[in-house]
């Protein structure tokens, strides 16, 4: 746009100029070698414009024969790479298909018609096809020959990461890792092995150094990166606790500051308070823990807050726990096992029930048989609730990666990923065997297989008082099996020969039986599988 707009003005002042020049006539006169020219002002300006543009169009004439070995070189080697480019492209289509032989194909003839240290994409395009052949040895020199590059070296540094981790070399892996992500932070693999490699270390602060420089790139949000702050400032209290107090007193409080909701961090940070003696606020970062979530672990150090408090003083710490969260299965636990330290029976019991409504769950029957046990001793009745126990849902637990955790960790045992347990109930136990007993009024379910043919069955013709059969009704009825009715087995004769019943299991002194709760709950359900 802006050169054909100064095209305009030229031309535009071109004609000014032959105008300005037509409005002024005038004669130029020229002598020559004795001879004298005489022309028109405007003939004069006519011609040398002629030969401006002559010696213009001369002077470009010489040049492109001058310049014309060198052009017609560059239109070849332009045509060249542009072949190239294509067979390349190609290449790199052929190679995300999974077509290995294509892929070798168009390498070989990019590497002909382009320089490799021109375009280093040649570079992985051979590495991927020699991983589709299967040439994973062949891959990991060409990816090695890429450190060389500086354009390339994120590239090798990823291919030889991959081909580590399919090697299951881990340490290998975080090795490569670990330069990539000297080089670039933002990446988020290298970033991720390298954590894993700092916090399987124990380097708390090589990781919280990591999370920063994946902040700062927006490679995580701010919320997962307060997250991952928050578990290694956890994990780092916990390794000060006993060598620098002061020091995990710092990281557990910045750790709870980020995330109030966060149980370990909350853990951590009173427990140093504690150690300091500086209760009040340990109580109150506890209480806030568990008004966002009751924890056990929580009640356990806000009851022992104070180790020479009395058992009632712990059980009225309990309570002021229940008071802040109301209705839910761990506050009444809380407060049921601080009443059993405190022999208050009666208390525990209720508590324990009510638990029991809340959430049915291991704990809370281990719990009412222990107060059972406590308060009557009554061993039938112990042994029912452990019954209750071992078939009722597991408490929830610190799992990761199938593995079961009495306390929690920053790492998985497993796998080294970073804040991988969580609160939750492990993987059900099987299911409760099914009850074989005959239960009153089961249905009979009878299930015929068509297409088989019928074996004869023997039917025992029990009779039945005023009531005659004809000869053409009995044979009707040969197919048919009788239900054996409280008549029939009015009418089985005297003399007839005793079946022995089953043997039944004979039943301890104090066993209670059958509890009238489960009693009534099969009965409404008739059949239980699980």
Do not use: C
Not at 184 to 198: D, M, V
Not at 206 to 217: E, F, M, R
Not at 245 to 260: C, S, W
Not at 294 to 315: K, M
């Amino acid at each position: 746009m802006i050169r054909l707009l100064a095209f305009l003005i030229v031309v535009f002042a071109l004609g000014l100029g032959f105008a300005w020049l037509a409005d002024r006539p005038g004669d130029m006169v020229v002598t020559f070698n004795g001879y004298q020219y005489q022309v028109s002002l405007m003939v004069a300006a006519v011609a040398v414009v002629a030969v401006v543009a002559a010696v213009m169009i001369v002077w470009w004439l010489i040049k492109s024969l001058w310049n014309s070995p060198y052009t017609i070189s560059r239109y070849f080697r332009v045509r060249r790479r542009d072949r190239g480019y294509q067979a390349l492209s190609t290449g790199m289509i052929a190679a995300g298909a999974g077509d290995g032989a294509l892929a070798r194909k168009k390498t070989k003839e990019a590497a002909k018609l382009i320089r490799s240290d021109q375009e280093p994409l040649i570079h992985l395009l051979e590495a991927q096809a020699s991983l589709l052949e299967g040439d994973h040895d062949g891959a990991r020199q060409k990816f090695e020959s890429m450190l060389d590059d500086p354009e390339m070296r994120l590239l090798g540094l990823r291919g030889l990461y991959l081909e580590a981790e399919r090697l299951g070399d881990r340490n290998a892996a975080r090795h490569y890792a670990g330069r990539a992500a000297a080089v670039a932070p933002q990446l988020a693999w290298a970033a991720e092995s390298t954590l894993e490699e700092l916090t399987a270390r124990g380097d708390w602060d090589g990781a919280l150094k990591l999370v920063d420089a994946q902040k700062s790139t927006r490679q995580i949000e701010r919320d997962a990166a307060n997250r991952r702050r928050a578990v290694l400032l956890t994990a780092k209290a916990q390794s000060l606790a006993d060598s620098d107090p002061a020091a995990a007193r710092t990281a557990a409080v910045e750790a709870n500051r980020l995330k109030p909701d966060f149980a370990p961090a909350a853990i951590a940070a009173a427990a140093a308070l504690f150690k300091q003696n500086d209760v009040r606020k340990g109580s109150k970062i506890l209480e806030a823990a568990w008004k966002a979530e009751p924890h056990p672990e929580i009640a356990e150090l806000y009851t022992h807050a104070r180790p020479g408090d009395a058992v009632l003083d712990r059980l009225n710490r309990a309570k002021k726990l229940q008071e802040m969260k109301k209705n839910h299965a761990e506050s009444s636990m809380t407060v049921a096992r601080a009443a059993l330290d405190a022999q208050d029976l009666s208390t525990a019991r209720r508590e324990a029930e009510a638990a029991i409504r809340i959430d049915r769950r291991e704990g809370a029957y281990l719990l009412l048989a222990d107060i059972e046990e406590a308060e009557t001793g009554d061993q039938g009745k112990v042994r029912q609730l452990l019954s209750k126990a071992v078939r009722a849902p597991r408490d929830p637990a610190w799992v990761a990666d199938g593995v079961v955790s009495e306390r929690w960790a920053p790492v998985s045992p497993v796998t080294g990923r970073l804040d991988a347990f969580e609160w939750r109930a492990p993987m059900e136990r099987l299911g409760q065997l099914i009850d074989s007993r005959d239960e009153p009024d089961a249905p009979v379910v009878a299930i015929e297989a068509p297409g088989r043919p019928e074996k004869p069955v023997d039917v025992i013709d029990h009779a039945v008082p005023g009531n005659e059969a004809t000869g053409k009704g009995a044979e009707s009825r040969e197919d048919d099996v009788t239900p054996v009715t409280a008549a029939a087995f009015a009418a089985v004769p005297a003399d007839a020969e005793a079946v022995e019943p089953a043997e039944e299991l004979a039943r301890l002194p104090d066993d209670p039986g059958v509890d009238p709760d489960d009693e009534a709950e099969k009965s409404t359900r008739r059949f239980r599988l699980f």
